[in-house]
């Protein structure tokens, strides 16, 4: 039997569940883009509320790698699946909470504060997702097939942002700017709830890891898998290094691109939208093709030809950004997370060689999420500020900055083992 149809409910599974949850992230960041700002926030000026709503957009990312921590201790201890079920929840729960939370002009300062809250919350859930359902993924894959299983927690990531970013293009269509901001922004936050249900279902009837079940017959779990990293703090630095470029690529090309196509560029939200949703699609194609290559050469040869990618496109990304020609734009978004693609494809194979099985979990989720912080909380909020202050064709000089870090972090890592074992 083929791999992947003998192995098709854990990559369900795991495809599902991170699909889930960049959906849950993605509607955050776009609602980020368009409303959260005047809704949230006192109304200083259009830009100030902007850099608010980025603001609290990253901190979920101060969140994640404390969720890391969290979610990983018992995923190294107890298990993956039982860890997943439970970032699972916490993260569709935060969600749909945040579809019923009064405005500025409502509760004051009452409802920024719970906001910000709730996004926390999110990011506590995600930061033990993407670990757990990459080595679901990674730890039950067949020999020379490590890496195509890893990218399917990866490809959620394309499926996760056109439900996301297609729902509030409907929305867009079918309601006036008035109602949209007055209640329609609330229903992708609704329809979370939906597609966590799902992804219980799938991840319920999955069972436990080869790789974890051996490492228990050989030794106990660590008491503290937290303390155990101690040991391995040149893996968490590399790895942390190696994830950065993918964040600053997918934040800068959805939410910030978002925010300057529909204000300082002039674009509508409906046409910048479907710009992004077409682009979106060579994401999936970056993914599979770096998969493929990681298998027949190497993850770390893979990676780092999209590190030195990302390097690259730093120099272009944002006077292509900036053009008038909407065909320039997309050009210029479809390359950007073609590239991506090869900086995120590869991670769910790479990332799990660098420590050993009893603090794999741990390792991956906290270098994971902690490159997050870098490439995704801060890129944003400093290109916001770059633009605010008329230098936004300096915003992709950003990105040649994070592919530096992560080819810095591909060279300097050293793998322990194998992705599956």
């Not at 910000?116 to 359902?133: N, P, S």
């Not at 097939?145 to 499926?159: D, H, I, K, N, T």
């Not at 494809?345 to 906290?366: C, D, E, K, M, N």
Request: net charge positive.
């Amino acid at each position: 039997m083929h791999p992947i149809r003998q192995h098709s409910r854990v990559l369900t599974a795991s495809l599902v569940g991170t699909a889930v949850e960049f959906y849950d992230f993605y509607i955050y960041a776009t609602a980020a883009a368009l409303v959260f700002g005047p809704l949230f926030f006192p109304a200083e000026s259009a830009a100030a509320q902007t850099l608010f709503a980025f603001m609290s957009f990253g901190i979920a990312f101060i969140a994640r790698p404390v969720g890391a921590i969290a979610f990983g201790h018992f995923g190294d201890r107890i298990g993956r699946k039982s860890t997943l079920v439970a970032s699972l929840l916490l993260m569709g729960a935060s969600t749909l909470l945040i579809a019923f939370l009064p405005t500025y002009a409502m509760a004051g300062w009452i409802a920024p504060a719970l906001l910000c809250v709730l996004r926390f919350g999110q990011g506590f859930g995600l930061g033990g997702e993407w670990g757990g359902a990459a080595l679901l993924a990674v730890e039950n894959a067949p020999k020379g097939w490590e890496a195509r299983f890893g990218s399917a927690p990866q490809l959620g990531a394309p499926v996760g942002f056109l439900a996301a970013n297609g729902l509030f293009l409907l929305l867009g269509l079918g309601l006036s700017e008035a109602d949209f901001a007055a209640w329609g922004w609330r229903i992708p936050f609704l329809a979370s709830a939906a597609l966590v249900g799902i992804g219980l279902w799938v991840r319920l009837k999955i069972g436990e890891t080869p790789a974890f079940r051996e490492a228990l017959e050989h030794a106990p779990p660590p008491a503290v898998p937290l303390w155990e990293m101690r040991h391995h703090l040149g893996a968490l630095l590399a790895g942390t290094a190696g994830v950065v470029a993918c964040f600053a690529i997918f934040y800068l090309a959805t939410a910030y691109a978002l925010a300057q196509g529909t204000g300082p560029l002039g674009h509508s939200r409906e046409t910048f939208l479907s710009v992004q949703l077409a682009a979106n699609f060579f994401l999936a194609f970056g993914i599979i093709a770096a998969a493929v290559l990681a298998d027949k050469r190497s993850a770390r040869l893979s990676l780092g030809l999209g590190a030195a990618a990302t390097v690259l496109l730093g120099f272009v990304f944002g006077p292509g950004l900036a053009a008038g020609s909407l065909w320039t734009v997309f050009a210029t978004l479809a390359a950007a997370l073609f590239i991506m693609g090869f900086a995120y494809g590869p991670l769910g194979a790479w990332l799990p060689t660098l420590f050993p099985v009893r603090v794999r979990y741990s390792g991956i989720s906290i270098a994971f999420n902690g490159g997050g912080i870098i490439g995704g909380a801060l890129t944003p909020i400093i290109a916001q500020l770059l633009a605010a202050g008329g230098q936004s064709a300096q915003a992709g000089w950003l990105l040649s900055a994070a592919g530096v870090l992560t080819l810095a972090g591909v060279i300097l890592a050293r793998p322990v083992l194998s992705a599956a074992r």
